[in-house]
């Protein structure tokens, strides 16, 4: 056991110590309340399970953000990924989407991916305000290396903060050059795109506490906007 | 002028679409066909409204292909462009050619595929029905047309934003009861106006509209079957008779107009359907109106003459304009619920009408409602199409 101990510490990164995120509740246009809270590697597998049937799905490019964060969610659970977090938003304890990042270093963050599983509710807004909340306000950060896979992306990170072009720095997601969110951005924008309130209730949190998955043909169903009626 | 009638009605539901602009144009004129069950009566002619076919899905001549389609030749075709309003026209031009005594059946369908082009180029799209001179080549918007519309309106009536939301949040949750409609999500006032994450959940559009108070941009198409009281009588089964129509127009830039908030043409429009369908407001059971932003719906409902003006707004904070109350307005969602593909909205409008006189309306149908009025509103108010139906024994 020792000789195989040996051979995962070579294989795990050295670790950063991170501040955990601490939780925040969001009430959403429909009234709902979406919880946001960082997860941990033994609850990885329900993410796994929300996201495989989006594999295949192109619409919106969910099939690369998918797989890519099924990939990346894989690489946090069997530490194999220096320093990754994932925080999930979760209505009623069922989940409604994820964001996923890591620290470069300890003044540098780059995020990973943005997936809503429950659209049109500005979850994925919702939680990729909080993943740069949680690299510039706790963890201290100076910035936060970002590109865009999705037109919608594109719309929602470069365009609504707006980011600055970084051009010069390959984002280890590959294809385009990095675009990055500063503290000075980030302030900026916060009175207009970062919202939450702390600390969660006890209840909200209990509710809050394991993650639900709202079902494959629902997820397909949301992320398609295919709800109800004839085509 | 003979009477005409609606003998087939159907939609396909409003969203994004999948298939491609010939199969959604073919879609709902095939399930309103099936809907009037013609058997051996024949389509006389096609009309096919459509704002932006050319130059989103750059496709001509979509009247010709929608019969070589649905193999209707040698039925007549045509297509007609007429901005927002173009459903509205296009049933009015099947209606003449039908009241004329040229034709005997006709099918009407309004069709759009927005999204195949990304957000910007749709709001361009759409835009370029403004002035081009004096307002379009100044960056105006629909959004923002409305935007200053709405601010004039509010300073002078008292509408506040919380009226604008009571309109997002009826449309919304008459939509949840409409298959058919883009959006199926419920909405609350604290959600998008009161709570502190209010002002990211419905960011400002152009002020003071903001997201919740826009329409969604949406493909679709929807149709009906007209016909003549010879063959609707050959046919059978509830008729729903077109009472009135009328069509106003107005200045094209918006601020040529002596008084911007009166919508002049909502006005003349709707009270020439009246004139044409002996009938009053008072006697309308369900309203569709255009409510591409949630101020035209106050608007629209003072203009056509349901509520005094200035008065829409306490109306509907008395809950008159919801499914239940005294005059309920987009039991389908309206434009802001069940979605605005451009070229179909006029279409659908009566289509709703049309099933809720005939009681097929199911949840969302107003009890035993007989007289339907819809206002298709084209260009920012300078092209506007009122109708009037009735259910007939």
């Given at each position: 056991?020792?000789?195989?101990?040996?051979?995962?510490?070579?294989?795990?990164?050295?670790?950063?110590?991170?501040?955990?995120?601490?939780?925040?509740?969001?009430?959403?246009?429909?009234?709902?309340?979406m919880v946001v809270r960082q997860i941990a590697r033994d609850e990885v597998p329900k993410l796994l399970e929300a996201i495989y049937p989006l594999l295949l799905v192109e619409r919106d490019y969910y099939d690369i953000v998918s797989a890519r964060l099924f990939g990346e969610l894989l690489a946090f659970k069997r530490y194999r990924v220096k320093d990754e977090y994932v925080l999930v938003g979760l209505i009623d304890g069922v989940l409604a989407g994820m964001v996923n990042g890591r620290l470069v270093d300890e003044k540098v963050g780059m995020s990973y991916h943005t997936m809503t599983i429950r659209r049109g509710l500005r979850v994925g807004s919702h939680l990729f305000a909080a993943k740069m909340e949680y690299h510039i306000e706790h963890l201290g950060q100076d910035e936060v290396l970002i590109v865009a896979e999705s037109p919608i992306g594109f719309r929602r990170w470069m365009i609504e903060y707006p980011l600055d072009k970084r051009y010069e720095v390959q984002h280890e997601l590959g294809g385009v050059p990095s675009w990055v969110l500063t503290r000075d951005t980030y302030m900026a924008a916060k009175p207009r795109l970062v919202s939450g309130r702390r600390p969660v209730s006890d209840e909200l949190l209990a509710g809050a506490a394991s993650i639900v998955l709202p079902g494959e043909e629902i997820v397909v169903r949301q992320v398609t906007g295919k709800k109800g009626g004839e085509q | 002028m003979r009477p005409v009638y609606i003998v087939g009605a159907g939609m396909c539901k409003f969203g994004r679409s999948e298939i491609s602009f010939s199969e959604l144009m073919c879609l709902s004129s095939m399930v309103a066909l099936e809907d009037a069950?013609?058997?051996?009566?024949?389509?006389?002619?096609?009309?096919?409204?459509?704002?932006?076919?050319?130059?989103?899905?750059?496709?001509?001549?979509?009247?010709?292909?929608?019969?070589?389609?649905?193999?209707?030749?040698?039925?007549?075709?045509?297509?007609?462009?007429n901005g927002p309003a173009s459903g509205a026209s296009a049933f009015k031009v099947a209606v003449q050619a039908i009241a004329s005594g040229m034709s005997d059946v006709m099918l009407v369908t309004g069709v759009e595929m927005m999204r195949a082009v990304n957000g910007l180029e749709g709001t361009d799209f759409v835009a370029s029905l403004a002035h081009p001179e004096a307002e379009y080549i100044y960056g105006v918007t629909l959004p923002s047309l409305a935007g200053m519309f709405a601010r004039l309106v509010m300073d002078r009536f008292g509408v506040e934003r919380k009226h604008l939301a009571m309109v997002a949040i009826k449309n919304h949750d008459h939509a949840m009861m409409n298959p058919y409609a883009h959006i199926q999500q419920p909405i609350t006032m604290e959600g998008i106006l009161t709570a502190p994450e209010a002002v990211v959940n419905n960011p400002p559009i152009a002020d003071p509209l903001h997201l919740f108070d826009c329409c969604p941009v949406s493909d679709g198409s929807a149709s009906v079957i007209l016909a003549s009281q010879e063959a609707a009588e050959r046919l059978g089964g509830v008729r729903v008779r077109v009472a009135g129509i009328g069509q106003a127009t107005d200045t094209h830039a918006v601020h040529e107009r002596e008084d911007p908030t009166d919508l002049k043409a909502v006005r003349i429009a709707s009270q020439k359907a009246f004139t044409m369908a002996g009938l009053s407001q008072?006697?309308?059971?369900?309203?569709?109106?255009?409510?591409?932003?949630?101020?035209?719906?106050?608007?629209?409902?003072?203009?056509?003459?349901?509520?005094e003006r200035g008065k829409g707004h306490l109306a509907l904070e008395q809950g008159e304009t919801r499914l239940g109350g005294r005059l309920p307005i987009n039991v389908s969602g309206g434009l802001k619920g069940r979605g605005h593909p451009v070229g179909?909205?006029?279409?659908?409008?009566?289509?709703?009408?049309?099933?809720?006189?005939?009681?097929?309306?199911?949840d969302r149908q107003v009890e035993d409602a007989s007289v339907g009025f819809a206002c298709n509103f084209g260009g920012f108010g300078n092209n506007v199409v009122a109708s009037v139906l009735r259910r007939e024994a």
């Open positions: 056991m020792a000789h195989i101990g040996e051979l995962e510490a070579l294989l795990r990164p050295p670790a950063m110590d991170m501040q955990p995120y601490p939780p925040k509740v969001i009430t959403l246009a429909s009234g709902e309340e | 069950n013609l058997g051996d009566v024949p389509v006389d002619g096609v009309v096919v409204a459509n704002m932006g076919a050319a130059r989103v899905n750059r496709q001509t001549a979509i009247a010709s292909a929608l019969v070589d389609q649905l193999c209707l030749y040698p039925a007549t075709a045509e297509a007609v462009e008072s006697d309308v059971d369900v309203v569709e109106l255009h409510d591409a932003f949630t101020i035209l719906e106050i608007a629209e409902s003072e203009a056509a003459g349901f509520f179909a909205t006029g279409v659908a409008q009566l289509v709703e009408l049309t099933w809720q006189l005939r009681g097929d309306a199911g």
